[in-house]
C-alpha cells in the first residue's frame, strides 16, 4: 500500500505549519544573526521574511494545481523535469535532515546542555515513533505545542517590554562563550551590535535566520493528507506565515533591545529574556518543547518526500510502503529519523544550520523555476509574474553569501546524489528481464 489518506483541515494545516516553524529557530538563531549582522539585524530579519513570503506563495500556487505530496520535488518533476525535481528532492531530504538534527540538538541545549546530542537521539526515536502512529497525531501534538509555547513566549516577550530583569550572562561569561560557539564560522563574531563586519555579512545573518521561517515547507508536503487542497493549503500557509513574521519580528526586538551585545554569547536568548530563575526555567521548557514539535513537522515532512520519491523510483522502493492501519510511510520515518540522529551525534547545531539554509534556500529556487514554468505552460495562476523572479535571484543572493564549505559540500552532495541516480537508472534499462 502507497496510498495516504486526507484527513487534516485548515486548522489542522496551520498547527502542523505553526508547529514546524515555530521551534528551534525562534529559540536559536537570534545570536548567530546579530553576531553577523550586528545594527542591521532588523534588514536581514526583512530580507528573510521577505524570501520567506516569496516561496510560500509559489509553493501555495503550485500546491493548487498539484495537490500531492513531495512539495517542490513533485512540482518540480511535473513542470520542469525528471533530473531538477530529483534535485529539489534531493537538496530537501538533506537540507531538512540537517535542520532536523540541529532542532533536535538545539533541544537538548535546552534539557541538558552536557549531553544535548544524546538527547537530541533520543527525541529524533520518540517522535518519529509518534509520527509513524498517524498524522492526525501529528496535528494533534503539533496544536498542543503550539498552544503552550506561544503563551510562554508572548509572556517572555512582555516581560522583556516591561523592562523587568534579564537572566544574561555576565562579561567573563560571555566572553568565554564567544570563541567556543558552534556558529563562529560563520564570519566570526565581530563587536556585537555594531555594523556588519562587511558589507554582505547582513545578507548572510538572513540565511541563517530563513532556518526559522523554513518550516512551512511541511505543509505543502500534505498534499495528499488536507481536505480540499487546493482551498486548505494556500490558506494555511499565509496564515501560519504572516503569524510567525509578526512573533519573529517581535522577538528580534526584544532580545537585541533588552539583552544587547549579551545576546552574542547566549545559547537560550528567549529564556534570558526573563530574569526570574523559576519563569527562566519555564521558557527553558518551552524552547525545548517548541523544538520538539517543529523536529516532529520536520520528520514527517521528510517521510512525505522520501515516499514521493520513492514511488517515482528515485529513492529505493520501499521507502514508498505506507502502513495499513496508521496509513504512514513508516519506512521513511524510520530511515530519515536514522539520518537524523546520526547527524546530531557527530556535528555541532551552527554547521548544521548553516548547510541546512544552503540546501532549503536551493529547493524553494527549484520551487519558483516550476512556477514560472507552470506560467509559460499556461497553467491557472493567480500569481503575479515577477514574484517566482524576484524569489529566484533572492534565493541566490542569500547563498552566494553563506560559508562557501557549506556551498561546497551542498553542490557535491547534489552532484553525488544525480550521479548515482543515473547509474541506477542506467542498470534498471540495461539490466535483462526476467524470464
Known sequence: MSELERRIGVPGAIAIGLGAMIGAGLFFVWAPATALA???????????????????????????????????????????????????????LTGKTASAAAIAVIAGQHVWPEHAAWVAAAAVALLAALNMLGVRVTAWVSSGIVAVVLVVVVAALLWAAAGLPVAAPDDAQWLAALPGGDFGFVGGTALPLAPPAHPLAWV??????????????????????V?????????????????????????????????????????????????DPALHALVLGAGALACLGSLMGILA????????????????????????????????????ALAAIAAALLLPAGSLVAFSSTCVLAYYAVAHLAAMRMRRRGGRMWLPAWVPWVGIAMCALVVATLPWPGILAAAAWLGLGLAAREVVRRRRTTSPLPH
Open 38 to 92: 550586528g545594527t542591521m539585524l532588523p534588514a536581514a530579519l526583512a530580507l528573510a521574511g521577505a524570501i520567506a513570503v516569496l516561496n510560500a506563495l509559489s509553493t501555495a500556487q503550485l500546491a493548487m494545481e498539484h495537490p500531492v505530496s513531495g512539495g517542490a520535488y513533485a512540482y518540480g518533476r511535473a513542470e520542469v523535469g525528471e533530473r531538477v525535481g530529483f534535485a529539489a528532492g534531493w537538496m530537501f
Open 204 to 225: 548572510t545573518a538572513a540565511g541563517m535566520l530563513f532556518f526559522a521561517f523554513a518550516g512551512y515547507a511541511r505543509m505543502a508536503t500534505l498534499g495528499e493528507e
Open 227 to 275: 481536505r480540499r487542497p487546493r482551498r486548505t493549503l494556500p490558506i494555511a500557509i499565509v496564515v501560519a506565515l504572516a503569524a510567525v513574521l509578526a512573533l519573529y519580528g517581535a522577538t528580534a526586538w526584544a532580545t537585541s533591545a533588552r539583552l544587547g551585545q549579551l545576546v552574542v554569547g547566549s545559547a537560550t536568548p528567549v529564556a534570558d529574556l526573563v530574569g
Open 301 to 336: 515532512g521528510l517521510s512525505r518526500t522520501g515516499l514521493a520519491m520513492a514511488r517515482e523510483r528515485d529513492l529505493p522502493g520501499p521507502l514508498s510502503m505506507v502502513a495499513a492501519r496508521t496509513r504512514t510511510p513508516v519506512v521513511a520515518e524510520a530511515t530519515v
